[in-house]
């Protein structure tokens, strides 16, 4: 079964950080470039960040520039998301998705993708 899993997410105060990571299983994430997305209660989705296959191209949401750091260990089948100063608006489930053959590049930002993770909560509160 092909599936993707985020982990790491929890209550965290502002200011505060976490490391999610986006797992896969049944297939190998090399092939794939991963986005990270966000849906907050009563909000719509929305893409946060967005790594290439080889892990030499990344891309931010403004909100989350200089904060937020996508990264990828192909060895170990494995995306994260770093999240630093993290602030009350960034409550939200967060989700993994990936994008393979063909055209990943042009859809690695994008909301086309071929997998979806079920989400890890991310509350940031005092």
């Known amino acids: 079964q092909l599936q993707l899993v985020e982990s790491g997410g929890g209550l965290v105060q502002p200011g505060g950080s976490l490391r999610l990571s986006c797992s896969a299983s049944?297939?190998?994430?090399?092939?794939?470039?991963i986005s990270w997305f966000r849906q907050a209660p009563g909000k719509e989705r929305e893409g946060v960040s967005c790594?290439?296959?080889?892990?030499?191209?990344?891309d931010y949401a403004d909100s989350v520039k200089g904060r937020f750091t996508i990264s990828r260990d192909n060895a170990k089948n494995t995306v994260f998301l770093q999240m630093n100063s993290l602030k009350p608006e960034d409550t939200a489930v967060y989700y993994c998705?990936?994008?393979?053959?063909?055209?990943?590049?042009?859809?690695?930002?994008?909301?086309?993708?071929?997998?979806w993770g079920k989400g890890t909560l991310v509350t940031v509160s005092s």
């Open positions: 049944g297939f190998t994430l090399d092939y794939y470039a």
């Open positions: 790594i290439s296959r080889s892990g030499g191209s990344t």
């Open positions: 998705a990936a994008a393979g053959e063909p055209s990943w590049w042009s859809r690695r930002c994008s909301y086309d993708m071929d997998y």
